[in-house]
């Protein structure tokens, strides 16, 4: 991690130097896109952009891209994107769409069980490591994350180790658990939770 923070420093530093001499060869990516979105004096100090970059980095390793629109572009519904705004899929709004998930504002444990066990599809989300178009948590068809079932069977060990041995809490009840940042919700960085051994 030390040495992702020290090249991203020196990459935001040049970037920042170069967009200031206005320089027009700047690579359009994820650190240019981070810079852009800073438009404060307090939002565009290296190290705030540095960590910006790393988090949406790391939380967006599964997620659909951000793509900046480099030309005018209308939909056929008649929508219009002017060239240099940000675009993404909306993952909140599709992943609390009832039209996909029942009660999609409540925890359901077991939203991705089979309920069946006959290994039929009825169309619905059936197992966390599936990829359907409303549901983008392993990345989209074409290039979906290929250690999904790995990541999944290792969260599932540790959330059973957790949950039968471990009592838990916040220690501010009334903290605020996620922020967003576009249409990404992350969990918010500093939550304390407490763990008491059963």
């Keep these: 991690m030390k ?5 991203l420093t020196l990459e935001v530093k040049q970037r920042l ?5 206005g320089k ?5 990516d994820g650190i240019t896109w981070v810079i852009e979105a ?11 952009i540095v960590q910006q970059v790393i988090s949406v980095f790391f939380a967006s390793a599964h997620q659909l891209p951000v793509r900046k629109v480099l030309k005018d572009f209308k939909f056929s519904n008649g929508s219009y994107v002017p060239a240099g705004n940000v675009i993404c899929v909306p993952q909140q709004a599709v992943m609390r769409d009832p039209k996909y998930y029942d009660r999609p504002d409540e925890f359901l444990p ?3 069980v089979r309920e069946h066990g006959d290994g039929e599809d009825d169309g619905a989300i059936q197992k966390f490591t599936d990829l359907k178009p409303h549901f983008y948590l392993w990345g989209a068809a074409a290039k979906p994350c290929p250690g999904r079932w790995y990541a999944s069977a290792v969260m599932q060990q540790f959330f059973v ?7 838990f ?12 940042y576009t249409t990404i919700v992350f969990p918010r960085p500093g939550l ?5 051994e059963r």
């Design 3 to 7: 040495e992702l923070d020290s090249y």
């Design 24 to 28: 027009k060869d700047i690579p359009e």
């Design 161 to 167: 180790h957790l949950l039968t041995n471990y009592n």
């Design 192 to 196: 304390e939770v407490l763990l008491q």
């Design 38 to 48: 800073s438009t404060t004096k307090d939002q565009r100090a290296v190290r705030r």
């Design 169 to 180: 809490k916040l220690a501010d009840p009334n903290a605020s658990l996620t922020f967003t």
């Design 110 to 112: 077991f939203r991705f």
């Design 17 to 21: 130097h170069d967009m200031h001499e």
